[in-house]
Structures are given as C-alpha cells and as structure tokens.
T-cell receptor
Framework: AQTVTQSQPEMSVQEAETVTLSCTYD???????LFWYKQPPSRQMILVIRQEAYKQQNATENRFSVNFQKAAKSFSLKISDSQLGDTAMYFCAFTLYGGATNKLIFGTGTLLAVQP | GAGVSQSPRYKVAKRGQDVALRCDPI?????LFWYQQALGQGPEFLTYFQNEAQLDKSGLPSDRFFAERPEGSVSTLKIQRTQQEDSAVYLC??????????????FGPGTRLTVL
C-alpha cells in the first residue's frame, strides 16, 4: 500500500520570501506520479505541480519547483517570492502510473500562511 | 468552459437521515472520482467511475454509502442512515480518461455535510 506523509501541519512565511514544504511517501512501485495541490479557503482543489517518477529533472512551474529525491522517497515543494495569494492548505499526493483507477492518495496537508 | 460543480454546497442532516450529493463533471470527462475529506485531513478516495461503470468502490467506508452514474455524466453519492462520523466535505473530481498515462483530475468545490 502507498502512503504519503506531510510532517509540517503549519508553516508561515513573509511575503516575497521563499518557503519549502516537505513530503515523504512510501511505495514499492517504480512508476508513479507525485503532485502538489493547493486548497485555498474556498476549498476548490487546484493542481500546482506534477512530477513523473521516471523523470530525473525536477518539475518547475513559475514560482513553484520541486525537489524530487526518488531513492529517499522525498518530494518537497519550494515556493519562491511568496505572495499573499499563496496562503492555502497544500497537499502532497501520489498515484500509480498505469494504475486501474489513477486514484490519488493524499497527505494530511500543510497550512501555509503568507504574512504581509 | 464550466468546471466541476457540486450541489448542495452545504448540507445539514439529522442522524439517521438519508442524503444525496450531486456532482456535475466537466463535459466529456470519462473518469469521475469521489473523495471524503474529514476536518483537518487530506481527501480520501471513496469510489471511481469510468463512464457509467463503477470500477472501484474500495474506499466506501460502509454499505450505507452508495454511488451511481447511470448515464456516464452526473453522479450521485448517497449516504443512508447518516452518522456523526459521516460529517466531512465530499469532493468530486473528473478527468478526461484513465488509460494512456495520467490525466489531471479537476475538483469541484465540495459539499460540506454536517450530521447532528
């Protein structure tokens, strides 16, 4: 069975600063996807960034980048130049490649507060 | 185009009542997922549809939970004889398809169910 662990329940960062959110996961499979989702107070879950396990290059999307360490089963999210709109709950998630359902397995989330 | 919509957005039920939660996926999306998100937790998978076929219901917590998608579009999650532990936000997500790699799941705003 796959599990996802986020050990930081809450984080705080000053506007314009950089923050890193941590995530570890456990799986015996070799091919999978990892994600970071953002859930603002309005509750609509939005995909922030995606990483395919077979790719060695870390994914980046504008101010968001990941540090994917496959051997260590670690997948952290770095947010650069933090903005007030980044305040949200962030979830790390996992799904198998080629799985029957592509269901997502989520961590418990990290509540990020960006302070002005 | 329109995103995933869910109704009602909020539902209060007395313990023992039956409830029905509706999900309207993005038009043309083949795959539909239901997740349950308890307070302060990450979403947990409930069930998955490909068109009208329910291919995975392994996450349904009890036989009081039932989901259907009779015409391969709108889906309804029904909970019979609600209990207090059913209180949660129920999220619906849809994606284009499952086969051929991963296709992004787009989430609805959720239905917050409170059982008194």
């Amino acid at each position: 069975a796959q599990t996802v662990t986020q050990s930081q329940p809450e984080m705080s960062v000053q506007e314009a600063e950089t923050v890193t959110l941590s995530c570890t996961y456990d799986t015996s499979e070799n091919n999978y996807y990892l994600f970071w989702y953002k859930q603002p107070p309005s509750r609509q879950m939005i995909l922030v960034i995606r990483q395919e396990a077979y790719k060695q290059q870390n994914a980046t999307e504008n101010r968001f980048s990941v540090n994917f360490q496959k051997a260590a089963k670690s997948f952290s999210l770095k947010i650069s130049d933090s903005q007030l709109g980044d305040t949200a709950m962030y979830f790390c998630a996992f799904t198998l490649y080629g799985g029957a359902t592509n269901k997502l397995i989520f961590g418990t989330g990290t509540l990020l507060a960006v302070q002005p | 185009g329109a995103g995933v919509s869910q109704s009602p957005r909020y539902k209060v039920a007395k313990r023992g009542q039956d409830v029905a939660l509706r999900c309207d996926p993005i038009s043309g999306h083949v795959s539909l997922f239901w997740y349950q998100q308890a307070l302060g937790q990450g979403p947990e998978f409930l069930t998955y549809f490909q068109n009208e076929a329910q291919l995975d219901k392994s996450g349904l917590p009890s036989d009081r939970f039932f989901a259907e998608r009779p015409e391969g579009s709108v889906s309804t999650l029904k909970i019979q004889r609600t209990q207090q532990e059913d209180s949660a936000v129920y999220l619906c997500a849809s994606s284009r398809q499952t086969s051929g790699g991963y296709h992004e799941q787009f989430f609805g705003p959720g239905t917050r169910l409170t059982v008194l």
